[in-house]
């Protein structure tokens, strides 16, 4: 098998900051070691003097290929896992979705035939449960036995994914059993339903009245009743998409009540808001989403959750609709366009670049992006970090090149960039999955394929 040695780097864990050299063996981490102590041979020799060497970057929430008001998402498992990689992630957990009226076991077969074959990088799924009943209760052990160990619901989107408070909490209940995560969608949805009429009927037909309808306070009540729903049903709980301040609270008084709560948030809320939603014409449509971007005074309350731990995780959420023919689909009604930002490209760079403005740690930069969420979803320790034995999923990163953001130099399939022309400090230089190189120098050299199917344990925060 090949041998690959990165040496001279800085290598970067959500624990430490070491100058090593890394042996890869096998397609894992083999060892490391004091820069130029050990005569390692090596058939492939990459110098990183100057670089930062990170683990591969674990993006926790995508939605590739995802059927979203009557369109589907852009990006192909095929188109999404290659951008991820160009940014720097070698492991994504996506979203298979059980269609109302279908058992689960049809939904995740359908998710792994878009994905098998595919997949540049490694890949693992979460389960949609729209339509809990005892059937589905009845599939879930089965689900956790392949791996598939974490079930997402939905406060919001009556008629379509939303579950009521009875069936979250069986939900909840019967994934307590089963040592199994619980994921929530926190928003109030037939409260929102009904200002999205009001609105409406007002002639309120913007892209930025989609982030006034969907108010903080009917995240933050959502987010409370989710708390309190696991407390009863002595089940863990993580809630996605945290972008209001208030419901950020809700979850840091869960956690000083030692309660196992958990939240994550995404770029788009840490470095877009309102302003965006309001851009000209229907250039607002760009940033529609759910949960929605907020008023920018929100950015410094997530930052401090991102600080203070009371957020652990950062995905992307990555859902992309294009505008042309997808976005434009909501004109004259904004409850029309597609929800959903692109991001998965991003990701690593843009909390990289966070690092750069001092907002957190080069370490909590690793912990957020990879170790936490590997942690999280039962990956660890074979994702998330540099050690002897993980697999040899490893980022070669400058942390001194800049770049500009833009569809017009992105390998997203969508054709605008949330952050267009938003020019950052850092740059995924080399990229390896499991040993073998993705990436080098602005070469791409993955292929649809390498990527396999990763069945998880149960969380480890527990
Ligand atoms: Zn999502």
Same mark, same amino acid.
């Given at each position: 098998?090949?041998?690959?040695?990165?040496?001279?780097?800085?290598?970067?864990?959500?624990?430490?900051?070491?100058?090593?050299?890394?042996?890869?063996?096998?397609?894992?981490?083999?060892?490391?070691?004091?820069?130029?102590?050990?005569?390692?041979?090596?058939?492939?020799?990459?110098?990183?003097?100057?670089?930062?060497?990170?683990?591969?970057?674990?993006?926790? !929430?995508?939605?590739?290929?995802?059927?979203?008001?009557?369109?589907?998402?852009?990006?192909?498992?095929?188109?999404?896992?290659?951008?991820?990689?160009?940014? /720097?992630?070698?492991?994504?957990?996506?979203?298979?979705?059980?269609?109302?009226?279908?058992?689960?076991?049809?939904?995740?077969?359908?998710? !792994?035939?878009?994905?098998?074959?595919?997949?540049?990088?490694?890949?693992?799924?979460?389960?949609?449960?729209?339509?809990?009943?005892?059937?589905?209760?009845?599939?879930?052990?089965?689900?956790?036995?392949?791996?598939?160990?974490?079930?997402?619901?939905?406060?919001?989107?009556?008629?379509?994914?939303?579950?009521?408070?009875?069936?979250?909490?069986?939900?909840?209940?019967?994934?307590?059993?089963?040592?199994?995560?619980?994921?929530?969608?926190?928003?109030?949805? @037939?409260?929102?339903?009904?200002?999205?009429?009001?609105?409406?009927?007002?002639?309120?037909?913007?892209?930025?009245?989609?982030?006034?309808?969907?108010?903080?306070?009917?995240?933050?009540?959502?987010?409370?009743?989710?708390?309190?729903?696991?407390?009863?049903? /002595?089940?863990?709980?993580?809630?996605?998409?945290?972008?209001?301040?208030?419901?950020?609270?809700?979850?840091?008084?869960?956690?000083?009540? /030692?309660?196992?709560?958990?939240?994550?948030?995404?770029?788009?809320?840490?470095?877009?808001?309102?302003?965006?939603?309001?851009?000209?014409?229907?250039?607002?449509?760009?940033?529609?989403?759910?949960?929605?971007?907020?008023?920018? #005074?929100?950015?410094?309350?997530?930052?401090?959750?991102?600080?203070?731990?009371?957020?652990?995780?950062?995905?992307? #959420?990555?859902?992309?609709?294009?505008?042309?023919?997808?976005?434009?689909?909501?004109?004259?009604?904004?409850?029309?366009?597609?929800?959903?930002? @692109?991001?998965?490209?991003?990701?690593?760079?843009?909390?990289?670049?966070?690092?750069?403005?001092?907002?957190?740690?080069?370490?909590?930069?690793?912990?957020?992006?990879?170790?936490?969420?590997?942690?999280?979803?039962?990956?660890?320790?074979?994702?998330?970090?540099?050690?002897?034995?993980?697999?040899?999923?490893?980022?070669?990163?400058? @942390?001194?090149?800049?770049?500009?953001?833009?569809?017009?130099?992105? !390998?997203?399939?969508?054709?605008?960039?949330?952050?267009?022309?938003?020019?950052?400090?850092?740059?995924?230089?080399?990229?390896?999955?499991?040993?073998?190189?993705?990436?080098?120098?602005?070469?791409?050299?993955?292929? @649809?394929?390498?990527?396999?199917?990763?069945?998880?344990?149960?969380?480890?925060?527990?």
């Amino acid at each position: 098998m090949a041998r690959t040695l990165i040496t001279g780097g800085l290598v970067i864990t959500a624990a430490e900051e070491t100058p090593a050299d890394v042996l890869v063996e096998d397609g894992r981490v083999a060892a490391l070691a004091l820069p130029g102590s050990q005569r390692w041979s090596a058939d492939r020799v990459f110098d990183a003097s100057g670089k930062y060497v990170v683990p591969g970057g674990v993006d926790a !929430h995508t939605h590739l290929e995802m059927p979203f008001g009557g369109t589907r998402a852009s990006d192909t498992f095929t188109t999404g896992t290659r951008a991820a990689a160009w940014g /720097g992630t070698t492991t994504i957990v996506d979203f298979a979705v059980q269609s109302r009226g279908s058992a689960l076991r049809a939904g995740l077969d359908e998710w !792994h035939a878009k994905a098998d074959g595919n997949c540049a990088i490694d890949y693992a799924f979460h389960m949609i449960v729209s339509d809990v009943n005892e059937a589905v209760l009845r599939e879930m052990p089965g689900l956790v036995g392949e791996g598939v160990t974490s079930f997402k619901l939905f406060m919001a989107y009556p008629g379509v994914f939303y579950s009521d408070d009875g069936q979250i909490l069986r939900a909840m209940q019967q994934a307590a059993e089963l040592g199994a995560l619980t994921m929530v969608h926190a928003e109030n949805g @037939p409260a929102i339903d009904v200002l999205v009429e009001q609105a409406l009927a007002r002639g309120e037909t913007d892209p930025r009245h989609h982030g006034e309808v969907r108010r903080a306070l009917l995240e933050a009540e959502a987010t409370h009743r989710a708390v309190q729903l696991a407390r009863v049903a /002595g089940a863990p709980l993580y809630v996605v998409h945290v972008s209001a301040r208030e419901a950020l609270a809700e979850l840091a008084a869960a956690r000083d009540l /030692g309660l196992p709560v958990f939240g994550e948030t995404c770029p788009q809320y840490l470095f877009l808001s309102t302003d965006n939603l309001a851009e000209p014409g229907f250039e607002g449509a760009k940033y529609v989403c759910s949960t929605p971007l907020r008023p920018r #005074d929100h950015q410094d309350a997530l930052w401090r959750g991102l600080r203070t731990d009371d957020l652990q995780v950062v995905s992307t #959420d990555h859902c992309p609709f294009c505008f042309a023919g997808q976005k434009e689909l909501g004109r004259g009604d904004f409850s029309k366009i597609p929800n959903g930002l @692109p991001g998965i490209e991003h990701r690593m760079d843009l909390l990289h670049q966070a690092v750069v403005e001092g907002r957190i740690s080069r370490r909590r930069w690793i912990e957020l992006a990879c170790a936490a969420p590997a942690r999280m979803f039962g990956l660890h320790p074979r994702k998330g970090t540099i050690a002897p034995g993980s697999d040899a999923d490893l980022v070669i990163y400058d @942390p001194h090149a800049v770049q500009t953001l833009s569809a017009a130099t992105h !390998h997203m399939n969508v054709d605008y960039s949330a952050y267009e022309g938003r020019t950052v400090t850092g740059r995924v230089e080399t990229v390896l999955s499991r040993g073998e190189v993705v990436l080098d120098r602005g070469d791409y050299l993955g292929r @649809p394929g390498h990527g396999t199917f990763l069945p998880r344990s149960t969380c480890q925060y527990l």
